[in-house]
């Protein structure tokens, strides 16, 4: 009785009762015991809603965080071996500055693989020249010429920015030109592409990124696609398929998180970040012509939602993609968009594979120094560590270097890929970064490369944006979606979905290529530039070995097969040109 009375006596002092009231005692304390009865019943009702909704929320956040016997076990598994105590699995982050502490799941030791076992037949040298050798115009497509073409520009190029389609190139140079660097004419010209080569660029892929700054150093930002920590890896073994087309085929989209890492790290400050997305929303709205990839494709089953909703009149429209970018570029920091609040729910919701909210919170894209490599006298070749296999390259190279037997050194270049076998997502195998280190500073090989490898690194779905400024900042940028057109699921946001999960090795347990949840596939792609006596001689990319084993050869004028050099931008006597086998369509411009 006492508290209730007691509880009264937070409310302001009650008047003093109306004379006509005096007489009926009983109404007077009925009214006051109903008034704390009432307070005490709303509290109580209060309180018991709040306990039942926090008990609610606790059930409903552990049933999300473990949907299956089988991938609580995985998930518990990651957490037991790969994470440091203090950290929960839910706020786990794919965060460079973290790896360090991050113990890793496999240690392999590589030391013997190091041994030289084949030595290289050394022959004399022979110096080849290009095929021909043609002049062009400032701004120029290559189309369908079979023989090699290197291109001396009339006009001496300072700056030029190098991309598989003229409009893209032509957004990249108009960055340039309102003093953006070269960092910010790649991210415009990035998103660029992801409206005119959607097959190949996209919100739904990764990213490589190779930047050399003014002062020399080189550095790599790495947003390829992890898998999501809920994969269910029984499932994926016994259906390859799932992992190259369909829901179950993607990783976390790293793409947005590397433009808007190297944006934050490298940009002029000169323009600000939505200046480089609103171009391609224009350039969405007014269409991009057609490449023959799409005309060929116009008819597959699988693309047809794709073409309807974006072919007219042989123009390719991008109207899906321009509004998810209009959306990501009213944040002041777009990452809070995309990988965040209802925007990621909605894109998970779609896609319904293994991708889960929390994979897009928790990704982020890793910035770490470039390896490099001498290839010849004052020249390095510089690209990124694992789960790049540029040290293959560079190793690829070196072991080839002396060898003037084309068919042979095409041998060593297939033969290579097995050397990628050591070579997975260093967070996850640490002894990676230790390996690529020395690979990629020997020409020393051993049986490793003829070791079967169960993944087929080909990345169809990938294309290239070089850009070199004119304070000779220099940027290196490959897009993938993995194969074209990724896993052949198409957004309602405008892009196509990875299939990233198909460049892991499924056929084994505990290897470096091996999957795992939140870890990155290994690949080919190593975006690289050529840096001579501290300047560029040259910027390339992709994920073919075998035409970047060529355009080394080729700078340091080794014989090489001209009809396979990976295309390239090239200084010679501070003016830049494109260097291409023009079976493809690129474009070059500058000023
Ligand atoms: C280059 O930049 C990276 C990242 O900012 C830094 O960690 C590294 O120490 C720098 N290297 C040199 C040689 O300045
Ligand atoms: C498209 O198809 C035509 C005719 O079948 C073929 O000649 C051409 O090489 C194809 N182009 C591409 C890019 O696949
Ligand atoms: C290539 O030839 C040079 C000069 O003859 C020699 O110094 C070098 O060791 C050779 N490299 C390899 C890998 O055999
Ligand atoms: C070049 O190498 C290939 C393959 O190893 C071999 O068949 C061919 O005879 C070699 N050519 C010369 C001229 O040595
Ligand atoms: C850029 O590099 C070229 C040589 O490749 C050099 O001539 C030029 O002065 C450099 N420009 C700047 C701004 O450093
Ligand atoms: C390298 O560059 C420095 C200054 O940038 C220059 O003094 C030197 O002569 C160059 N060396 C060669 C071999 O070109």
Known sequence: MESQLGNVEIYPPSPPPPPNRNDDDDTKRGMLFDVPWIIILIQFIVILALVLGLFAFFLTRSESSTPSVYSTRTYQNFELQTLSPSSSPLTFRRRYKSSTETPSTINIDFSEDLEPTLSPVVL??????????????????????????????????????????????????????????????????????????????SLGGGMMMTVKRKNGNVTTVIARESAPMNINLEELKKNPELSHVGPKASGTPGVLNGLYRAFQKFSSNRIQWKHLVTPTIQQCNKGFDINEDFKNRSNAPALASFFKANMRNNKLFCSGLSSILTEISDYENPLDSFYKGEMAQKLVKEIGGYLAVSDLEDYESDMASALCTDIDADTKVCGPGP?????????????????????KV???????????????????????????????????????????????????????VFVIDENNMTVSVTLSLGDNFGNLIYSSSGFFWNDKMRYFDMKNDNVPLSIQPGKVPTTMISPIIVVKNNSVLAVSGGSDLLGLVHLLRDITHRNYDASKVAPSLFVQNSAISLKSPSSNKFSITGY
């Open 387 to 407: 789960p790049s296999s540029f040290a293959v390259l560079a190793n690829t190279y070196l072991t080839t270097k002396n060898m003037s037997n084309l068919s």
């Open 410 to 464: 095409n041998e060593f270049v297939k033969s290579s890929q097995g050397l990628t076998h050591k070579i997975g997502d260093p967070m996850f195998v640490k002894s990676s970064k230790k390996y690529a280190e020395e690979l990629s500073k020997t020409s020393k090989r051993t049986s490793v490369e003829t070791k079967e490898i169960h993944v087929n690194f080909e990345e169809d779905g990938s294309t290239e």
């Open 124 to 201: 004399p040298m022979e110096v080849m020249t290009p095929a021909s050798t043609t002049k062009s115009h400032q701004s120029t497509i290559l189309e369908n010429v079979n023989s090699v073409e290197v291109f001396e520009n009339d006009e001496n190029l300072r700056a030029a920015v190098f991309t598989s389609s003229k409009i893209c190139s032509e957004i990249g140079k108009s960055i340039l030109v309102r003093g953006g660097n070269a960092v910010d004419a790649a991210i415009a010209a990035s998103f660029c592409l992801m409206g005119g080569l959607p097959n190949k660029a």
